[in-house]
């Protein structure tokens, strides 16, 4: 009698699908939140590469309005991503070959910085020596312009059990452009000084 019921508790599936379900459901959810929460990031830089190239292009050109540029990539972005801090910046330069380059300096004591009396070429015009030449801005005519864009967004699933879903999202974009040659370009500047 034992054995028969026994048995017959083995060969009963009843209730199975709902243990089941029970062990994926919670797998299941989390993927699918994971999966938006992707795809919202996904779209999101999409988004910004694009808004960003549109805005440097905008930017680049005699009539250039980089608060619209700017203004334009923070709507855009926002539609996807709500509620998001967008910053951007630019750095101008007068060639490609003076991206992160230093002011002309004799460095006596080769130290790699214009210190203790050493002389430099003031080539940016900003009255001291700066290890990157580059100025804030939009730049002039034929100037090369770095822009950088950053934005910070609190997603619309957080997810505290997968590592790096949890909290704020930062996604970057940045592009090179050359401004159009709408007129003579500023040369550098040739007045020198002393670091101190």
């Not at 967008?86 to 380059?101: G, L, P």
């Not at 939009?138 to 312009?145: E, L, P």
């Not at 934005?151 to 996604?171: A, C, E, H, R, W």
Request: net charge negative; charged share 20%; hydrophobic share 35%.
């Amino acid at each position: 009698m034992k054995t028969r019921a026994i048995s017959q508790l083995l060969d009963d599936t009843e209730g199975a699908y709902v243990l089941e379900f029970g062990i994926l459901a919670p797998v299941f959810v989390l993927m699918m939140f994971s999966l938006i929460d992707l795809g919202q990031l996904v779209y999101g830089k999409v988004l910004l590469e694009g808004a960003v190239e549109a805005a440097a292009r905008d930017s680049s050109l005699e009539t250039a309005d980089t608060t619209t540029s700017d203004a334009m990539v923070a709507a855009t972005v926002k539609n996807i991503l709500p509620g998001a801090k967008v910053t951007s910046t630019r750095t101008s330069y007068y060639d490609f070959a003076d991206i992160a380059r230093a002011e002309k300096w004799n460095d006596t004591n080769k130290d790699g910085s214009c210190a203790g009396g050493e002389t430099y070429v003031d080539e940016n015009r900003n009255g001291h020596w700066d290890a990157n030449i580059g100025q804030s801005g939009n730049g002039g005519a034929y100037d090369v312009v770095i822009y950088s864009t950053t934005v910070t967004y609190d997603p619309l699933i957080k997810l505290p059990v997968v590592p790096g879903f949890s909290g704020n999202q930062t996604l970057t974009a940045k592009t090179v452009r050359k401004n159009q040659p709408f007129a003579t370009q500023k040369k550098y500047g040739s007045s020198s000084g002393t670091c101190t």
